[in-house]
Nanobody, 118 residues
Framework: QVQLVESGGGLVQAGGSLRLSCAAS????????MAWYRQAPGKQRELVAV???????NYADSVKGRFTISRDNAKNTVYLQMNSLKPEDTAVYYC????????????WGQGTQVTVSS
Protein backbone atom coordinates (compact mmCIF):
# COMPACT_ATOMS: atom_id res chain seq x y z
CA GLN A 1 0.00 0.00 0.00
CA VAL A 2 1.12 3.55 -0.76
CA GLN A 3 -0.59 6.73 0.32
CA LEU A 4 0.08 9.78 -1.82
CA VAL A 5 -0.61 13.37 -0.81
CA GLU A 6 -0.39 16.17 -3.36
CA SER A 7 0.11 19.84 -2.62
CA GLY A 8 1.05 23.03 -4.40
CA GLY A 9 -1.93 23.64 -6.64
CA GLY A 10 -3.62 27.00 -6.94
CA LEU A 11 -4.56 29.88 -9.18
CA VAL A 12 -1.93 31.46 -11.38
CA GLN A 13 -1.91 33.80 -14.36
CA ALA A 14 -0.89 32.60 -17.79
CA GLY A 15 2.89 32.58 -18.10
CA GLY A 16 3.34 31.92 -14.41
CA SER A 17 4.78 28.95 -12.56
CA LEU A 18 3.72 26.43 -9.93
CA ARG A 19 5.44 23.50 -8.28
CA LEU A 20 3.40 20.49 -7.29
CA SER A 21 4.60 18.07 -4.65
CA CYS A 22 3.58 14.48 -4.02
CA ALA A 23 4.60 12.95 -0.71
CA ALA A 24 4.54 9.16 -0.48
CA SER A 25 4.00 7.12 2.67
CA UNK A 26 6.89 4.80 1.89
CA UNK A 27 10.21 4.82 0.10
CA UNK A 28 9.68 5.93 -3.49
CA UNK A 29 12.81 4.06 -4.49
CA UNK A 30 10.80 0.88 -4.02
CA UNK A 31 8.23 2.08 -6.54
CA UNK A 32 8.79 1.27 -10.19
CA UNK A 33 7.60 4.63 -11.40
CA MET A 34 5.81 7.76 -10.32
CA ALA A 35 3.82 10.04 -12.54
CA TRP A 36 1.58 13.06 -12.75
CA TYR A 37 -1.74 12.88 -14.56
CA ARG A 38 -4.31 15.58 -15.08
CA GLN A 39 -8.01 15.72 -15.80
CA ALA A 40 -9.79 18.76 -17.14
CA PRO A 41 -13.58 19.11 -16.92
CA GLY A 42 -15.29 16.93 -19.50
CA LYS A 43 -12.03 15.30 -20.57
CA GLN A 44 -10.31 12.02 -19.88
CA ARG A 45 -7.44 11.78 -17.46
CA GLU A 46 -4.14 12.11 -19.32
CA LEU A 47 -0.53 11.38 -18.51
CA VAL A 48 1.54 14.52 -18.03
CA ALA A 49 4.95 13.22 -16.94
CA VAL A 50 6.51 10.05 -15.56
CA UNK A 51 9.77 9.26 -13.81
CA UNK A 52 11.14 5.76 -13.26
CA UNK A 53 12.99 4.61 -10.17
CA UNK A 54 16.10 4.84 -12.35
CA UNK A 55 15.41 8.50 -13.04
CA UNK A 56 14.28 8.21 -16.65
CA UNK A 57 11.60 10.73 -17.56
CA ASN A 58 8.95 11.11 -20.22
CA TYR A 59 6.52 13.91 -20.95
CA ALA A 60 3.35 14.57 -22.86
CA ASP A 61 4.04 16.56 -26.00
CA SER A 62 1.85 19.37 -24.73
CA VAL A 63 4.13 20.05 -21.74
CA LYS A 64 7.59 19.27 -23.11
CA GLY A 65 9.98 22.11 -22.46
CA ARG A 66 7.67 23.68 -19.88
CA PHE A 67 7.22 21.03 -17.16
CA THR A 68 9.88 19.10 -15.27
CA ILE A 69 9.30 16.03 -13.12
CA SER A 70 11.86 15.21 -10.45
CA ARG A 71 12.18 13.09 -7.34
CA ASP A 72 13.83 13.37 -3.93
CA ASN A 73 14.30 9.85 -2.62
CA ALA A 74 15.38 11.09 0.80
CA LYS A 75 12.08 12.94 1.23
CA ASN A 76 9.94 10.31 -0.55
CA THR A 77 8.60 13.13 -2.68
CA VAL A 78 8.07 13.70 -6.38
CA TYR A 79 7.74 17.17 -7.84
CA LEU A 80 6.26 18.69 -10.96
CA GLN A 81 7.71 22.08 -11.81
CA MET A 82 5.34 23.83 -14.20
CA ASN A 83 6.55 26.91 -16.05
CA SER A 84 5.02 29.06 -18.78
CA LEU A 85 1.57 27.90 -17.75
CA LYS A 86 -1.29 28.19 -20.19
CA PRO A 87 -5.05 28.28 -19.60
CA GLU A 88 -5.28 24.85 -21.20
CA ASP A 89 -3.15 23.48 -18.35
CA THR A 90 -6.11 24.04 -16.05
CA ALA A 91 -7.07 20.69 -14.52
CA VAL A 92 -7.00 18.57 -11.42
CA TYR A 93 -3.52 17.08 -11.18
CA TYR A 94 -3.11 13.61 -9.71
CA CYS A 95 -0.03 11.87 -8.43
CA UNK A 96 0.36 8.22 -9.40
CA UNK A 97 2.64 5.47 -8.18
CA UNK A 98 3.20 2.18 -9.97
CA UNK A 99 4.35 -1.08 -8.44
CA UNK A 100 5.06 -3.99 -10.76
CA UNK A 101 4.89 -7.53 -9.47
CA UNK A 102 2.81 -10.42 -10.63
CA UNK A 103 0.47 -7.68 -11.73
CA UNK A 104 0.54 -3.90 -11.95
CA UNK A 105 -0.61 -1.92 -8.94
CA UNK A 106 -1.58 1.74 -9.33
CA UNK A 107 -1.96 4.12 -6.40
CA TRP A 108 -3.45 7.60 -6.63
CA GLY A 109 -3.47 10.77 -4.63
CA GLN A 110 -6.58 12.83 -4.03
CA GLY A 111 -5.69 15.45 -6.63
CA THR A 112 -4.85 19.12 -6.51
CA GLN A 113 -6.53 21.84 -8.56
CA VAL A 114 -4.46 23.99 -10.91
CA THR A 115 -6.23 26.93 -12.50
CA VAL A 116 -4.50 29.16 -15.05
CA SER A 117 -6.23 32.42 -15.87
CA SER A 118 -5.77 34.21 -19.16
Amino acid sequence: QVQLVESGGGLVQAGGSLRLSCAASRSIFSLNAMAWYRQAPGKQRELVAVISNGGNTNYADSVKGRFTISRDNAKNTVYLQMNSLKPEDTAVYYCNAVVLGLRRWDYWGQGTQVTVSS
